[in-house]
């Protein structure tokens, strides 16, 4: 059974620019969660994929959107990058809405 | 939305030592997470304890739901236990929210 995995690991922007996170679920879990985590803070959720519909959105302006795909792997899209977008970026599965989470390791953006 | 916070904040302990890390939450929720954040970044499921107790070696969790809070407590702790630790609630809409975490450094 493999885990929840992200690409990249570590990725460097400049500001104004755009980027895309990846993230492939655990096999079987058809609900993945992207969530932010700045340097100090606990993770905040951005938003939430269900059978590749939203089903959920965290307090996150547009320029942040995804993508869940028929086979539950999905992605972050991060427009217009600021200096505040840099942070740990946490992707989450879990087999049904009301179980518990899998996380992966996480991409780390630096926004420069 | 729900508040969660975590005390205490640091925690600093000698190997060997036991400790108790507590979680309060400002509402009724259906269900409770606990998670360890490696240096790694990676978090790792602990609980999954909406009530009631559990243990898993060295570890174990108790949350009183009707009071709002939860408890982790670590025994004999080991150097490999440094990390933080998160407690993550659940209300109605099935998406966690997290407190900010205990930074927990076991020395050896």
């Known amino acids: 059974e493999t885990g929840v995995t992200q690409s990249p690991t570590h990725l460097i922007k400049t500001r104004g620019q755009q980027v895309t996170l990846r993230c492939s679920s655990q096999?079987?879990?058809?609900?993945v969660s992207w969530y932010q985590q700045a340097l100090g803070q606990g993770p905040q959720f951005i938003f939430q994929?269900?059978?590749?519909?939203?089903?959920g959105r965290g307090n996150f302006p547009p320029r942040f959107s995804g993508l869940q795909f028929p086979n539950y792997s999905s992605e972050l899209n991060v427009n217009a990058l600021e200096l505040d977008d840099s942070a740990l970026y946490l992707c989450a599965s879990s087999l049904a809405v009301q179980n518990g989470y899998t996380f992966g390791s996480g991409t780390r953006l630096t926004v420069v | 939305g729900i508040q969660v916070e975590q005390s205490p904040p640091d925690l600093i302990l000698q190997e060997g030592a036991n400790s108790t890390l507590r979680c309060n939450f400002s509402?009724?929720?259906?269900?409770l997470q606990w998670f360890h954040q490696n240096p790694w970044g990676q978090l790792i499921n602990l609980f999954y304890i909406p009530s009631g107790t559990k243990q898993n070696g060295r570890l174990s969790a108790t949350t009183v739901a009707t009071e709002r809070y939860s408890l982790l407590y670590i025994s004999s702790s080991q150097t490999t236990d440094s990390g933080v630790y998160f407690c993550a609630v659940e209300r109605g809409s099935y998406i966690p929210t997290f407190g900010r975490g205990t930074s927990l450094i076991v020395h050896p």
């Open positions: 994929y269900y059978r590749e519909e939203e089903n």
């Open positions: 096999s079987g879990h058809n609900t």
């Open positions: 509402d009724s929720v259906n269900n």
